[in-house]
C-alpha cells in the first residue's frame, strides 16, 4: 500500500504539478499543453520516462479524453448527453469507480477487488488529492485516472463560466 498526493498549484501558466509520495518525494511529473490544439497532458516518473498522455479530443459533439499508459489506449472518458447534472461514463475494461468522483471521493476496483481510494482534501490552498493505492502494481493507471478524471472536471468547470 503506498499514500501519494496530488497537489495542484493555483496560480500555474502551463498547468505543471507534482504527484508525491508522504514524504514529500516526487513520484511523479505531470506537464499540461500551453496554448497547443489538441489540449494534452504527459504524466512522467522520476526517471523522467512517460507514463501517460491524456488527450481531449478536439472534433467531437460532447467531449471525450483518451488515457493511454505506456502507449497503449487504457482509458476512456466521455461526457453523456444529460439535460441538467453532467454525467459522465469512464470506460477502461475492468476498472470500475464507484463513489462520488465528481467531489473526487471515490473507489476504484479491478475485477471487484479495491485497487485504491481516492478523497479531496477540502482545507488546502489548491486542490489536493490523497491517493491510497493498494495494488503497487496499478500505481501508474490509478495515477493518470486521477489527473484525467481531475482534467474532466477543470474542464467542465471552464466550459460552464464561458457559457454563463
Same mark, same amino acid.
Given at each position: ?19 508525491? #509520495?508522504?514524504?514529500?518525494? @516526487? ?10 490544439i489538441p489540449k494534452t ?6 526517471? %523522467? ?13 460532447? @467531449? ?34 464507484? %463513489? #462520488? ?10 475485477? %471487484?477487488?479495491?485497487?485504491?481510494q481516492i478523497n479531496k482534501?477540502?482545507?488546502?490552498? %489548491? ?12 500505481? #501508474? ?24
Amino acid at each position: 500500500m503506498q499514500q501519494l498526493y496530488m497537489k495542484q498549484k493555483v496560480f500555474s501558466i502551463g498547468e505543471k504539478f507534482t504527484v508525491t #509520495d508522504d514524504q514529500e518525494n @516526487p513520484i511523479y511529473y505531470v506537464e499540461g499543453s500551453f496554448m497547443q490544439i489538441p489540449k494534452t497532458f504527459e504524466i512522467y516518473d522520476q526517471n %523522467g520516462d512517460n507514463v501517460c498522455t491524456i488527450t481531449k479530443k478536439v472534433f467531437s459533439l460532447l @467531449p471525450k479524453f483518451f488515457v493511454d499508459i505506456e502507449g497503449q489506449p487504457t482509458i476512456t472518458i466521455i461526457k453523456e448527453f444529460t439535460l441538467f447534472k453532467p454525467r459522465y461514463t469512464i470506460d477502461s475494461g475492468d476498472i470500475s469507480v464507484t %463513489g #462520488d468522483w465528481w467531489d473526487m471521493d471515490f473507489e476504484v476496483s479491478e475485477a %471487484g477487488s479495491s485497487i485504491a481510494q481516492i478523497n479531496k482534501k477540502w482545507f488546502s490552498w %489548491g486542490d489536493t488529492y490523497e491517493i491510497t493505492v493498494f495494488d503497487d502494481d496499478k500505481r #501508474d493507471l490509478i495515477v493518470s485516472l486521477v489527473v484525467a478524471i481531475d482534467r474532466v472536471k477543470a474542464d467542465q468547470a471552464a466550459s460552464s463560466s464561458s457559457s454563463s
